[in-house]
């Protein structure tokens, strides 16, 4: 199992950007991403990026945020740039590594109107 720590959560005014970071505590050669949980919803799919760098971004959020790694650091990053209220949730980084969920404890991410 791998732990997840997330950080880089906040409160910001519509428009504003934002970068999540998660670290790892080991290297993952597999697929990380990020989830969201917004009050009385269930947690939903963001973004997520292969070992060697390919992504996918759910619909409302592609163009406004971008998911990266650093492989080396173990490290996999969220900028959101032109964020909305709508976006304002916890904020979870994910990896399954070797057929074993795990999840960070969560960041919160408000914005305001």
């Known amino acids: 199992q791998v732990q997840l720590v997330e950080s880089g959560g906040g409160l910001v005014q519509a428009g504003g950007s934002l970068t999540l970071s998660c670290a790892a505590s080991?290297?993952?050669?597999?697929?990380m991403a990020w989830y969201r949980q917004a009050p009385g919803k269930q947690r939903e799919w963001v973004a997520s990026?292969?070992?060697?760098?390919?992504?996918n971004y759910k619909g409302s959020v592609k163009g406004r945020f971008t998911i990266s790694r650093d492989n080396a650091k173990n490290t996999v990053n969220l900028q959101m740039n032109g964020l909305k209220p709508e976006d304002t949730a916890v904020y979870y980084c994910y990896a399954n590594l070797e057929g074993i969920s795990s999840w960070g404890q969560g960041t919160q991410i408000t914005v305001s109107s």
């Open positions: 080991r290297s993952i050669d597999r697929i």
């Open positions: 990026i292969t070992s060697d760098g390919t992504t």
